[in-house]
């Protein structure tokens, strides 16, 4: 069973960045990242493939975040950039346990997920 651990959330103002780490204490394949706003449902952000070569992106997020990964480190990354309000959720990273094509914006498609961060962005 693969434990996944985000950290880097918190407070920031609008404008500003922040840098989530998602740590796997085993080897996944392809990785995305998740949010969930209160009252809303959880939607996607952003994933990568199992060898960093191809990410995916929320439309209106394309431009201010970043995914990336080091396979040495089994770790995800999510910059994000000229953080909005809009933007406040809880934010979870999700794994696949193995190879698969399917879509990596549905959440369906992922066997793992970590317990969220707490991103709040204020105005």
């Known amino acids: 069973q693969v434990q996944l651990v985000e950290s880097g959330g918190g407070l920031v103002q609008a404008g500003g960045s922040l840098r989530l780490s998602c740590a796997s204490s085993?080897?996944?394949?392809?990785m995305g990242w998740f949010r969930q706003a209160p009252g809303r449902e959880r939607e996607f952000v952003a994933a990568?493939?199992?060898?960093?070569?191809?990410?995916s992106y929320a439309d209106s997020l394309k431009g201010r975040f970043t995914i990336s990964r080091d396979n040495a480190k089994n770790t995800v990354y999510l910059q994000m950039n000229s953080l909005k309000p809009e933007d406040t959720a809880v934010y979870y990273c999700?794994?696949?346990?193995?190879?698969?094509?399917?879509?990596?914006?549905?959440?369906?498609?992922?066997?793992?997920w970590g317990q969220g961060t707490q991103v709040t962005v204020s105005s």
């Open positions: 085993g080897r996944t394949f392809n």
């Open positions: 999700a794994a696949q346990g193995r190879v698969s094509s399917a879509p990596m914006f549905l959440a369906s498609v992922y066997d793992y």
């Open positions: 990568i493939k199992w060898g960093g070569s191809s990410t």
